[in-house]
C-alpha cells in the first residue's frame, strides 16, 4: 500500500553493504519479536501449578471455617476437575490461534505487514496483561480468563506468517534451513525466557507473571513497527534468488535468464536490463487459499505438521505440571526444569536445518528425527525421573528430536513451498502458505493439551502412548515426500556426468 509510512532508514558502518546490513536487522528483528511472542505464551504452563497446588504441604487451613484440601487455590481451579479446566485455558487459546491463523495469512499479503504485525504484537500485550490483572481485580469467573486466552490466541496469529514471510523475502534458498534452523531458536528462547520471568513472581503474586510478558511483547511491537523492513526493494536492495536451474550448459548460476516472473538474476540481457528502471514489474496477486494447497508438498507437510505440533505443544502446557506431580518438584524448580526441553529443541533446530540442506531431504530428516523421538519419549517416561541426570539428558534429547522437525517445518519447509518454482515467482505466496501450514499445525497444538487434559487423570502412561502414536502418524504422512526425494538422490547419482539437479 503506497499510503503505508517507510520504516527509519539504518545507518552503521560504509564497510558493511546495505543488503547486509539489513538482513542482519530483520533477522535480529524478527527473532525478538517471535521470541516476544512465546515468551507471553509460557506463563500459564509455570502459574497452572500455583494456581492448584498441593496445600496439604503448606500447613493447615487458617481459614477454619472450611476442612477443604484445596483451601490455597485459586477458584474456579480449586476444584477435583482443575485438570479440565486447565484443558479449556489452553484450548481457548489455541483453538482460537488455529482458526485465526488460516485467516491471518490472507490479510498478511494484503496489509503491510510491518503494520500487521506491531498492531498485533500491541493488543497481544494487552490481552496477556489483562489474564494477569485477574490477579490483583481478585476475578473468579472463569469465562474472564477463558475469554483473554480466545482474544489473545486470534492477535497472536499475526507473528508467525509475518516474520516468516520477512526473512523468506530477505534470504533464497541456498542455506535457509541453516539459518532459519538458528533464528528458529526464537521458540525455545522465547519459552526459557517466559518460563524464567514468571518463575520470579509464581509463588508471590502470580499476576505478574503475566503483566511484564505483556509490556515485553507490546514494546517490541512498537520497536518493529519503527524500524522493520518487509522487502529488499523498500531499500534499494536487490531481492534473493529464490530457484536457480544449474544444467551442463550453465556454469555460472548468477548467469542464468530467468523467464519465471519478478524474481530475476542479475545476469539478464541488457536489453530486458535497461527497460527495468524505467518500467516497474507489476505486482503479482496474492495467491488464494486454494491455490496454495495445490503447491506440491503443502498438504503433507501441514497434516504431518500437526501430529508434531500436538507433541511440541502437549510438553509446552503440561510438561511443568507433569514433573511437578511425577518428580515432586516445586512450581519454580519444576518450571526451571522445563526449560531444558526448549534447549534441545535449538539443538533441533539447527541440526535439522543443517542436515536437511546438506541433503537436499527436508521430509527425510523430518522423518529420521521423529522415528528416532518416539522411542525417546517412551524411556523419558519410564527412566527420565530417576534422576537428575537422567531427566536433564532425556529432557534435552526428546526436546531436540520433538522440536527439530516443528522448526523446520514451519520455517524452511514453508518458505521454500511459499516461494516454490510453480509459482513463477509470485512471492506473494509466502505469509499464505505459512499459515495454512501452521494454521494445520495449530490444529494439532490445540488437540494435544486438550487430549492431555483429558486422558492425564487415567495416568501418565496414556499420555505419552498418544504422544507417541502422533509421532509414528506425524512420520507416515510424509513417506510419499521422502520416497519422491530418494528417488531423486538415485537419479543423481546415475546422471552423475553433467546431471540436472533442481
Not at 513497527?225 to 529488499?232: I, K, N, S
Request: charged share 10%.
Amino acid at each position: 500500500l503506497d499510503w503505508a509510512l517507510p520504516p527509519i532508514p539504518l545507518t552503521l558502518t560504509p564497510l558493511v553493504s546495505p543488503s547486509h546490513r539489513y538482513r542482519g536487522l530483520t533477522l535480529v528483528l524478527t527473532f525478538l519479536c517471535y521470541t516476544s511472542y512465546h515468551l507471553s505464551r509460557k506463563p500459564i504452563s509455570i502459574v497452572k501449578s500455583q494456581l492448584h497446588p498441593n496445600c496439604s504441604a503448606l500447613g493447615p487451613n487458617p481459614n477454619n471455617n472450611s476442612n477443604s484440601s484445596s483451601w490455597c487455590s485459586w477458584a474456579p481451579f480449586d476444584g477435583d476437575n482443575y485438570n479440565e479446566l486447565f484443558g479449556a485455558l489452553d484450548n481457548a487459546f489455541l483453538v482460537a490461534y488455529a482458526i485465526g491463523m488460516f485467516i491471518s495469512g490472507i490479510f498478511g499479503e494484503r496489509l503491510p505487514l510491518r503494520y500487521y504485525l506491531s498492531a498485533g504484537m500491541v493488543l497481544s500485550g494487552l490481552f496477556t496483561a489483562l489474564f494477569g490483572l485477574g490477579y490483583f481485580w481478585n476475578i473468579h469467573v472463569l469465562w474472564y480468563f477463558i475469554i483473554m486466552q480466545v482474544f489473545n490466541g486470534l492477535v497472536q496469529t499475526t507473528g508467525w506468517p509475518s516474520v516468516v514471510a520477512c526473512v523468506g523475502n530477505w534470504f533464497g534458498k541456498g542455506k535457509r534451513g541453516f539459518i532459519m534452523g538458528i533464528w528458529n531458536s526464537h521458540t525455545s528462547v522465547g519459552n526459557i525466557l517466559g518460563s524464567l520471568i514468571a518463575g520470579i513472581w509464581v509463588s508471590s503474586a502470580w499476576g505478574f507473571s503475566f503483566v511484564v510478558p505483556g509490556i515485553i511483547i507490546a514494546v517490541m511491537g512498537i520497536i518493529s513497527f519503527f524500524f522493520l523492513v518487509e522487502y529488499p526493494e523498500d531499500v534499494g536492495c536487490d531481492p534473493p534468488v529464490h530457484h536457480v536451474r544449474v544444467t551442463s550448459k550453465e556454469k555460472d548460476p548468477e548467469a542464468v535468464t530467468s523467464n519465471e516472473g519478478p524474481l530475476r538474476v542479475s545476469g539478464q540481457s541488457s536489453g530486458d536490463h535497461s527497460n527495468s528502471p524505467k518500467e516497474p514489474a507489476e505486482k503479482p496477486e496474492a495467491i488464494s487459499f486454494l491455490g496454495a494447497l495445490r503447491i506440491p508438498g503443502v498438504v503433507e507437510f501441514s497434516l504431518c505438521l500437526l501430529f508434531a505440533k500436538l507433541v511440541s505443544y502437549t510438553f509446552l502446557y503440561w510438561l511443568p505440571l507433569y514433573i511437578v506431580n511425577v518428580a515432586h518438584f516445586g512450581a519454580k524448580e519444576a518450571g526451571n526444569l522445563s526449560t531444558l526441553f526448549d534447549v534441545g529443541g535449538i539443538l533441533g533446530g539447527i541440526i535439522a536445518g543443517l542436515v536437511s540442506d546438506y541433503t537436499g531431504g527436508r521430509a527425510t530428516t523430518c522423518c529420521v528425527m521423529l522415528v528416532v523421538a518416539a522411542p525417546m519419549l517412551f524411556l523419558y517416561n519410564h527412566v527420565g525421573q530417576n534422576g537428575i541426570g537422567t531427566s536433564v539428558a532425556m529432557l534435552i534429547v526428546c526436546g531436540s528430536l520433538v522440536n527439530g522437525p516443528y522448526a523446520l517445518i514451519t520455517t524452511a519447509v514453508s518458505a521454500d513451498l511459499g516461494t516454490h518454482e510453480s509459482l513463477k515467482g509470485n512471492a506473494k505466496a509466502l505469509s499464505t502458505v505459512t499459515a495454512i501450514i501452521d494454521g494445520t499445525g495449530s490444529v494439532g497444538a490445540a488437540l494435544g493439551p486438550l487430549l492431555a487434559g483429558l486422558i492425564s487423570p487415567t495416568g501418565w502412561n496414556n499420555v505419552f502412548y498418544m504422544l507417541i502414536a502422533a509421532d509414528v502418524l506425524a512420520c507416515l504422512l510424509l513417506v510419499r515426500v521422502v520416497v519422491k526425494e530418494v528417488r531423486g538422490w538415485c537419479g543423481c547419482m546415475v546422471r552423475k556426468r553433467g546431471y540436472v539437479c533442481t
